[in-house]
């Protein structure tokens, strides 16, 4: 089955604690991307990948790391989490955006809370 | 940066048509229009996806207008299930990279 998968689901942990949200895809899609939505904010877009190797900021990167080693993988690094990043968080894989549109498939998502 | 705007809710009745409007006022020459519907706790679902003029698929139509500074997503014959956040996205690739920009969503509530 097609899918974007997250882990984990739900995390609850306290500031500063170095956390890891993996994010893997099956589609061999090119572009991968992190989002955070929040309430009233609608879905901000934090890192996106291109490609292995290849990734950029979104519109709210601060606070947040990416890397795409693999092309299924894109994991989403918080150094040193803090409150102001307590969100729901969604990873998305899309064929590719330069010729196909932006048809993205989504992760269930991750809840996470910092205390 | 591109940056969209659409109407923060809107109520309907089943059976009606409802129309969502998106306005896009700096969207790109290359860029598509893409909708989404997402229902509580879960991830986005892509619904349909134009360049110009009308896209229809078997649960939506998309029409864009020659300037393309806004466009309309149509849902025929709504049901209770179609109560769900409606979002608008489109490129930014005015700022020489790929990011995605969505609008803030429309919260669609379907009345029996």
């Known amino acids: 089955e097609a899918q974007v998968t997250q882990n984990p689901r739900y995390l609850i942990t306290v500031t500063g604690k170095k956390l890891t949200v993996t994010c893997s895809q099956n589609m061999n899609h090119e572009y991968m991307s992190w989002y955070r939505q929040d309430p009233g904010l609608g879905l901000r877009q934090i890192y996106y990948s291109m490609n292995v190797e290849v990734t950029d900021k979104g519109d709210v990167p601060e606070g947040y790391k990416v890397s795409r080693k693999e092309k299924r993988n894109f994991p989403l690094i918080l150094e040193s989490p803090s409150p102001n990043q307590t969100s729901l968080y969604f990873c998305?894989?899309?064929?590719?955006?330069?010729?196909?549109?932006?048809?993205?498939?989504f992760g269930p998502g991750t809840r996470l809370t910092v205390t | 940066l591109a940056k969209t705007t659409q109407p923060i809710s809107m109520d309907s009745y089943e059976g009606q048509e409802v129309n969502i409007t998106c306005s896009h006022n700096?969207?790109?020459?290359?860029?598509?229009i893409t909708w989404y519907q997402q229902f509580p706790s879960q991830g986005p679902r892509f619904i349909i996806q134009g360049y110009k003029t009308k896209v229809t698929n078997e649960v939506a139509s998309l029409f864009i207008p020659a300037d393309r500074k806004s466009s309309t997503l149509s849902l025929p014959r709504v049901s209770l299930s179609d109560t769900a956040v409606y979002y608008c996205?489109?490129?930014?690739?005015?700022?020489?990279?790929?990011?995605?920009?969505f609008g803030g969503g429309t919260r669609l509530m379907v009345k029996p």
């Open positions: 998305a894989s899309s064929l590719s955006i330069l010729d196909r549109g932006y048809e993205q498939y």
């Open positions: 700096n969207i790109a020459t290359n860029d598509y």
């Open positions: 996205l489109v490129g930014d690739t005015n700022n020489a990279g790929n990011m995605l920009t």
